[in-house]
């Protein structure tokens, strides 16, 4: 099932939600975790599938949002991602090709700013939305 979808400028499209499955127009069926990238004649960008690894962690992908530098956002029902449990708590960071920012975290402790094992975002994520350098994510 598709929950969300983002055109991208150079009109490239990015469908998240919960599938293991594309199959492309020539029949070709693709293994993929609940994102893809499609190119604008239709075929899968299989090198943004690689970059991807494995994917999210039991959970599905339900918000897509892209900012002015190309960096893609995810939110959804995720625990993490490649196979890692808490380093994507409902929410990661891709660059433009689909590598995974492991940089980005959205489980930080407010008071000492270490990144930690068990916070973060523990529901559901629906939206993003970006202003300037700033993110919002709601629920």
């Given at each position: ?7 991208q400028?150079n009109?490239?499209v ?32 299989t090198?943004?599938s ?17 900012d ?5 956002y995810?939110g959804?029902?995720?625990?993490g991602w ?9 929410l ?17 402790d ?8 068990t ?21």
């Amino acid at each position: 099932t598709v929950r969300t979808a983002k055109v991208q400028a150079n009109g490239q499209v990015i469908y998240g939600g919960t599938f293991s499955s594309y199959t492309d127009a020539a029949g070709v069926t693709h293994s993929v975790k609940n994102l893809i990238r499609l190119n604008a004649d239709g075929t899968v960008d299989t090198t943004f599938s690689t970059n991807l690894g494995s994917g999210p962690v039991s959970g599905s992908v339900e918000a897509i949002e892209i900012d002015s530098l190309g960096n893609i956002y995810v939110g959804g029902t995720f625990t993490g991602w490649n196979g890692v449990a808490n380093n994507a708590r409902s929410l990661a960071k891709f660059s433009s090709t689909g590598v995974f920012d492991t940089n980005f975290s959205n489980n930080l402790d407010v008071t000492s700013g270490v990144k930690a094992t068990t916070s973060g975002f523990s529901g559901r994520i629906s939206t993003i939305a970006i202003s300037g350098t700033e993110l919002y994510v709601g629920g």
